[in-house]
Antibody, heavy 118, light 108 residues
Framework: QVQLVESGGGVVQPGRSLRLSCAAS????????MHWVRQAPAGGLEWMTF????????YYADSVEGRFTISRDNSKNELFLQINSLRPEDTALYFC???????????WGQGTLVTVSS | SYVLTQPPSVSVAPGKTASVTCVEN??????VHWYQQKPGQAPVLVIY???DRPSGIPERFSGSNYGNTATLTISRVEAGDEADYYC???????????FGGGTKLTVL
């Protein structure tokens, strides 16, 4: 079955950087686009970024353009999110999500929590 | 970018029908997707492309999309349907995903 397992979250000071990872299994990772979606505490869902199956296309939400970088390693079935210049408002649960037909999200990981605090 | 407007909360008695709306000026021309999120869990896709159900989603869940309103309808509501529901579209003109603010469904 499809499994997406995020890691790399934690408590980090404002201005620092963090790299999130997502280990994928149960499907042919290299043939699927992937997304990161985040959810602030007691908040709604917010789409962050997308990467195409071969990594050639990357899209970002306006709010994180320039600070977030999505990447993938198809040889290891892994997805990454590099977050720089962290801000308190980046505090959220970050979900790794599989793309469905370029328009929706069909499988979600359980998320990794990022807390930005001094 | 699109702004998808959902009511913050909807309440329904068990066995009745619940409707969750998602409003945007031209939403009838877009493909709308719906997610269910129970407390402490990841979201689950329950309707995609306005009306289609993924494998494993009960037939009680259905969707429609006309004019400026997309609707998720849950028939014969059960206690286990209590959750937050989010609508979503893909903005293909700007290549980004958009979620509604979410609706908390309470089963009375």
């Amino acid at each position: 079955q499809v499994q997406l397992v995020e890691s790399g979250g934690g408590v980090v000071q404002p201005g620092r950087s963090l790299r999130l990872s997502c280990a994928a299994s149960g499907f042919t990772f290299r043939t699927y686009g992937m997304h990161w979606v985040r959810q602030a505490p007691a908040g709604g869902l917010e789409w962050m970024t997308f990467i195409s199956s071969d990594g050639s296309y990357k899209y970002y939400a306006d709010s994180v353009e320039g600070r977030f970088t999505i990447s993938r390693d198809n040889s290891k079935n892994e997805l990454f999110l590099q977050i720089n210049s962290l801000r308190p408002e980046d505090t959220a649960l970050y979900f790794c999500v599989r793309d469905r037909a370029g328009v929706s999200f069909d499988y979600w990981g359980q998320g990794t929590l990022v807390t930005v605090s001094s | 970018s699109y702004v998808l407007t959902q009511p913050p909360s909807v309440s329904v008695a068990p066995g009745k029908t619940a409707s969750v709306t998602c409003v945007e000026n031209y939403i009838g021309s877009r493909r709308v997707h719906w997610y269910q999120q129970k407390p402490g869990q990841a979201p689950v896709l329950v309707i995609y492309s306005n009306t289609d159900r993924p494998s494993g989603i009960p037939e009680r869940f259905s969707g429609s999309n006309y004019g400026n309103t997309a609707t998720l309808t849950i028939s014969r509501v059960e206690a286990g349907d209590e959750a937050d529901y989010y609508c979503q579209v893909w903005d293909s003109s700007r290549d980004l995903g958009v979620f509604g603010g979410g609706t908390k469904l309470t089963v009375l």
